[in-house]
């Protein structure tokens, strides 16, 4: 059975793409803890991060860290938070949000259902701050 993040891939479930490429995407997330939260996602489904191969993970990683740069240039934050967990999707995803303080790290602040809107200009902000970035060729339109 297809994830939650497959379906997002997919087109089945509507998702706020920033980058797309052969072996990963990212989409914003519905409950961010700051704007511009962003999951980056492996195409294939693996559940745990310890089942990646260290090419995958290291793609993830690079991708991760190329997006935080975007974020912490569009929202100019004092700090890029990262993390991986999978506890409410079982498909490997990396977090990574803009972050000026300690409090942008309680998943207990998390804006829930973010209103769709507003969704959409934080995406259109970050793929703005790749493209700048020189990432245009892995970013949607």
Known sequence: MATLFTKIIDGEIPGHFVWKDDSCVAFLVIDPLTDG???????????????????????????????GRAQHAAWDSARVGVLVEGFEVPHLHVHVWPANGVEDFDVHNVTKGQDQKVLAANAQRLRDALREQGNSEHVPD
């Open 37 to 67: 939260h962003t999951v980056v996602v492996p195409r294939e489904e693996i559940d745990h991060w310890l089942d990646a191969s260290p090419q995958l993970l290291s793609h993830l990683t690079q991708v991760a860290q190329t997006i």
